[in-house]
Every structure is written in structure tokens, then in C-alpha cells.
């Protein structure tokens, strides 16, 4: 029988069937104390029990502790865990059971590590924010990717704003920076981080640290102050600790299903705005209407942005392609100058001669990719029309070209044939193409496909009809002859009439009496 029922019994013999105690002893077969101990107190005492010695740990119960406090000298993800502990000791001479161990080192930790206490902070307009990165699984193009996510929290009004990339690296770090400063309408007094990388070059004694001299750079140009937490205290910037679980678990949640990084920071700037209504736990006001308070207090926005960019000196190859983190972005062909200077930004890269802009590509996050722009190649393939099957850069382009191109291409090098001219196809053909560097490339495919349908299978047909589409105002009409069946009837004899070759006679004749006078 359970205590607490046994309780009961003895309680209603007593007072309801008003039974002395000695009669309930003997009925139940308990002593009288322990009757007398159930009238006084229906609930029973709480009595903690004993916890018996785990003797086989003996001696071993100094070195677990030794262990355990070596965790606090050690890297967050290489720390003893309680197996890692077990192992090492049963390496030592321990016999006993994993389970004591770790029944041990609960006891330990319970004694050893108090319980954390923070102090509720309050924060001036203006004068501060924290910074700090995170992740979230998106589906992008169809596969499950993981986004890092810069993230600024202000700490007077709690206003966010998040941004996603394909890495952590300082030019994405720099550039989450300036697109933070416009959502937020300026610059935030002094930005709290802990100990990035792209931040922090070495940590130094107490809060001082050696910084990255880009990071120095950008932050004199907007003027703000730098603060980084102790290391592994990350509860000293704790307002955009939990703005990073905020954020993924409110704007990534459902799995946002896009097709590029433009397109998830579309979505994460809406998630921000949405944001902006919600009410703080503790706040009579919205987070819009605390940020309004806050703004005029931010420092204003410098003149221009800062270039947030890795610089590097290239040197083009004999394939006209220069190379940055192992993958390779194609130049013009035709360009006379080796050396050049390359910028890649989070998401683009620019090659530059002299602070000129020659061409820009998107940023490949792969390894040993070739990014080409096949418009580079085209002067080289004018000059080099046996290698147009096998060029990479072409066999890219016709792959994403519409259909109605290898018409075209099929149309002209017939004609090439017909007229006994071997690449006249092909050379039409990539005169057509260069127009993509003139036009833009849908005009380019409706004017391929009106000159197929008007039977002018040529580049200067091609070209008539760009300039048709592009100035519809001068387009001309054509002629219903049906309604002038007069007109139907000459104009078909023109170029039908007899030809008297008599004349010809004449004009000679009129010539050589010219030259007698």
C-alpha cells in the first residue's frame, strides 16, 4: 500500500470511525507512532533522501573535477564532455559504470557553477546597437541552402535589420554595415560585437583589441565607436543574441522558397518593416514609434558610401581571363593591357584599367568555376570562325539562346554554301549576336525571329528590324492591294514588259553622231 493511502486509512479510522489508535495499529500491522504520525499531518514530511557515496569513484572524483575545470580554458566546440571524461578516466584505471560518472558530474556541476544573474539595462537614443552574424536554411533554386545573416539590433528602440549572404567575410560584413545605416536612417554612436574576425585582428589584455585596419578605415569614415564583449560573453551584447533566434525563428519560418540572395533580402527588408509594428515585452509603444524618437539622436549619413570591397592586382591570361579565389572571370578579347585591377564585392565582381569600369560579372561562391560573357569572345571568333563549335563561350550561349537562333544559324550557313562561302555563315551569324551589345537581348530575339518570318535571313535584316521595333513611330505598313485592283494590275507588269533591244542600236548611234560634231 502507498504512504499517502495508508495515510488516508488511518486518518478516516480515526476521526470518521473514531477508532482509537492501538485498534488502528493492530488492523493495519504498523505502530502506533507511525498512526499518531498521520493524525498530526495529513501531507507528510518531505524528507530528502540520502544520497549514497559512489565509492567505486574513490580517488577518480579529484581528477573529474580537474577535468571539468579545464573546460573553461578550452575552445567551445573541444570541451570534455561526460563520455570524453569517462574515457579518459577508465584509461586511468576507473572500473566502474559510465552511468556513475556522469551521475557524478551532474553533483559536480549543480555545486560548482552558480546561477548566472544579469541586471535589467536601459540605453540612451541613438547611442548604441549590437552586431552580431547567424544562419538559416532557405530553399534557393531548388536546394536547401544555408544563408548567413547579418544582423543590427538598436538598443533604444529595438529596431532590426537583416541582410543575407553566401559567406561571413569582411567585404559582406562592411557592406551589412551600410545598408544597415540607410534602414535605419544614420549611424548608430557606438556598435557592440564580440570578437569577429572581420573585425578583430588580435584580442589584447581586458576589452582591448588589435583591429583589422579595413574595419579601422570604415569605421572613421562613418564615425562611430567600436565595443567588443569579453570573450565567451556573449550575454553582454544580449539584445541581438536574441535578435538572431528572433529573426530565424519570425522571418525564416516557413522555409522561404526563392531563386537568388536578391530575392531572400527582398523578403527579409519586408519581415524588417513588418517588424517595425510589434510591440517590446514592457513597451506601451510600437518599435516604428520608439525608432522615431530615436532618429534625430543618430549620426547622419556621410556623403558617400564606403567601398566595401577586396582589392587585388590580376594579370590576364592567354584565354582573356583573370583569376580571383580560384575561379576565372573573363575580359574582352580584344583587350590591349595584361594588367588590371579586380574588386569583388559580396555579390559582384569589377575589373577595372585606370579607375575604368571594362566588365563585371557576378561573384561565383564555387571553386574553379569560369564565369565568361560570351559578348568578349566575339572579335576573337570573327578572326577565328573554325573554332566557333568548340569555344566554350559559345556552346554556353547557344545553350540558353531561344530555338529561333539555330534556325538562323542553319538559314545562313546554307546561304554560305549556296554562294560557295565556307564560314559566311557563321560570320553573319556572330554579327547578329554582337547586336546583344547594343540592344537589349528580348528586342534582339523578336527582331531574329520577324526577319526569319519576312524571309531577310541576314544581320542587316536583323538590324532593319531592331530599328523597326525600337522606333515603332516610323514603321511602315503594308500595301492591301486587294483594294486597288487598278494598281494590282500595273504593278503586276512591272518587270514583265517586252524589251526592245533596238534601243541600245539608237543610243549608239546617237553617240557616235555626238563625237562627228
Known amino acids: 500500500m502507498k504512504k499517502v493511502e495508508e495515510r488516508e486509512k488511518i486518518r478516516r479510522a480515526y476521526y470518521l470511525e473514531e477508532k482509537s489508535c492501538r485498534q488502528i495499529a493492530l488492523e493495519l500491522g504498523i505502530s502506533r507512532n507511525t498512526v499518531r504520525n498521520a493524525l498530526d499531518d495529513a501531507v507528510g514530511r518531505y524528507t530528502l533522501r540520502k544520497p549514497r557515496p559512489a565509492m567505486v569513484l574513490g580517488q577518480y572524483k579529484e581528477r573529474i573535477g580537474e577535468l571539468l ?16 571524461i569517462y574515457r579518459q578516466i577508465h584509461s586511468e584505471g576507473y572500473q566502474g559504470a559510465e552511468s556513475t560518472v556522469r551521475h557524478y558530474i551532474g553533483i559536480w556541476r549543480k555545486e560548482h557553477i552558480a546561477m548566472k544573474k544579469f541586471l535589467p539595462l536601459e540605453f540612451d537614443p541613438g547611442m548604441d546597437a549590437q552586431v552580431d552574424w547567424g544562419e538559416g536554411v532557405v530553399i534557393m533554386g531548388g536546394e536547401s541552402v544555408i544563408a548567413q545573416l547579418f544582423m543590427i539590433r538598436l538598443c533604444y528602440s529595438d529596431r532590426m535589420f537583416v541582410m543575407a549572404y553566401p559567406f561571413q567575410k569582411q567585404e559582406a560584413f562592411l557592406e551589412g554595415h551600410v545598408h544597415a545605416f540607410h534602414h535605419l536612417g544614420g549611424v548608430p554612436r557606438r556598435l557592440t560585437y564580440d570578437n569577429l574576425k572581420t573585425a578583430v585582428r588580435r584580442i589584447l589584455e581586458g576589452r582591448n583589441r588589435e583591429e583589422q585596419e579595413t574595419f579601422i578605415s570604415f569605421r572613421s569614415h562613418y564615425l562611430f565607436e567600436s565595443n567588443f564583449c569579453n570573450p565567451r560573453q556573449a550575454h553582454e551584447k544580449g539584445k541581438i543574441e536574441n535578435g538572431v533566434g528572433f529573426g530565424r525563428r519570425n522571418f525564416l519560418v516557413p522555409l522561404p522558397v526563392v531563386n537568388s540572395y536578391e530575392e531572400l533580402n527582398a523578403h527579409l527588408l519586408a519581415a524588417c518593416l513588418e517588424d517595425d509594428q510589434r510591440y517590446v515585452d514592457g513597451q506601451t509603444r510600437t518599435i516604428h514609434d520608439m525608432w522615431q524618437d530615436e532618429k534625430p539622436h543618430i549620426l547622419p549619413l556621410p556623403e558617400w558610401d564606403y567601398a566595401c570591397c577586396v582589392t587585388r592586382s590580376v594579370r590576364v591570361n592567354p584565354y582573356s581571363q583573370v583569376e580571383f579565389e580560384t575561379n576565372r572571370y573573363s575580359v574582352p578579347a580584344d583587350m590591349p593591357h595584361r594588367d588590371l585591377v579586380l574588386k569583388a564585392y559580396p555579390f559582384r565582381v569589377d575589373i577595372l584599367h585606370k579607375d ?55 538559314q545562313l550557313r546554307a546561304q554560305g554554301e549556296s554562294m560557295g562561302k565556307r564560314n559566311y555563315g557563321i560570320r553573319e551569324f556572330l554579327r547578329v549576336l554582337k547586336f546583344h551589345g547594343e540592344y537589349p537581348a528580348h528586342k534582339v530575339d523578336e527582331a531574329v525571329g520577324l526577319a526569319m518570318e519576312y524571309g531577310c535571313v541576314h544581320a542587316d535584316g536583323v538590324q532593319l528590324c531592331l530599328h523597326q521595333l525600337l522606333n515603332p513611330e516610323n514603321m511602315t505598313s503594308s500595301l492591301n492591294l486587294a483594294a486597288h485592283p487598278v494598281l494590282e494590275e500595273r504593278l503586276t507588269d512591272i518587270g514583265n514588259q517586252a524589251i526592245d533591244l533596238n534601243r541600245y542600236e539608237e543610243l549608239l548611234m546617237s553617240e557616235g553622231s555626238v563625237e562627228n560634231d
Open 69 to 84: 575545470m579545464e573546460n573553461d580554458r578550452l575552445p567551445k566546440k573541444q570541451k570534455y564532455t561526460s563520455h570524453r
Open 356 to 410: 575604368q569600369v571594362i566588365t563585371s560579372h557576378r561573384r561565383s561562391t564555387g571553386r574553379e568555376q569560369d564565369v565568361i560573357e560570351p559578348m568578349h569572345y566575339l572579335p576573337l571568333l570573327e578572326q577565328r570562325p573554325g573554332a566557333f563549335e568548340h569555344a566554350k563561350p559559345m556552346r554556353r550561349w547557344r545553350e540558353q539562346l531561344p530555338p529561333i537562333y539555330e534556325k538562323l544559324l542553319a
